[in-house]
């Protein structure tokens, strides 16, 4: 079994930062991807940013030159550095793997169970 933590959430005023972190814990022989969606009220989940075993990343447009997303392998644990937030950044933000279990399973998606980010004066 396994889990993904979220952590870091919370109220920020426009400008601001916060730091979320995910830690993937459980059976785990490998890693391909972790990564950011957001979802926002009404609106569909989205991708924010991710980074791939390689250490290749991808960022959606909207936060390209505000977020950085990092990893600690050796942890299992993703971070995304958000800088200079917006309003329009409020949403629930989701944590997101991709992961094989044991050597000769097949790889499989997780997800977190969410955290709230608000960025509100």
């Known amino acids: 079994q396994v889990q993904l933590v979220e952590s870091g959430g919370g109220l920020v005023q426009p400008g601001g930062s916060l730091r979320l972190s995910c830690a993937a814990s459980g059976s785990i022989f490998s890693i391909d991807f972790m990564g950011w969606y957001r979802q926002a009220p009404g609106k569909q989940r989205e991708l924010v940013a991710g980074?791939?075993?390689?250490?290749?990343?991808d960022y959606a447009e909207f936060v390209k030159g505000r977020f950085t997303i990092s990893r600690d392998g050796a942890k299992n644990t993703v971070f995304l550095q958000m800088n200079s937030l917006k309003p329009e950044d409020t949403a629930v933000y989701y944590c997101?793997?991709?992961?094989?279990?044991?050597?000769?399973?097949?790889?499989?998606?997780?997800w977190g169970q969410g955290t709230q980010v608000t960025v509100s004066s």
């Open positions: 980074i791939r075993n390689s250490g290749n990343t």
């Open positions: 997101n793997a991709v992961i094989r279990a044991f050597n000769s399973s097949p790889m499989r998606n997780y």
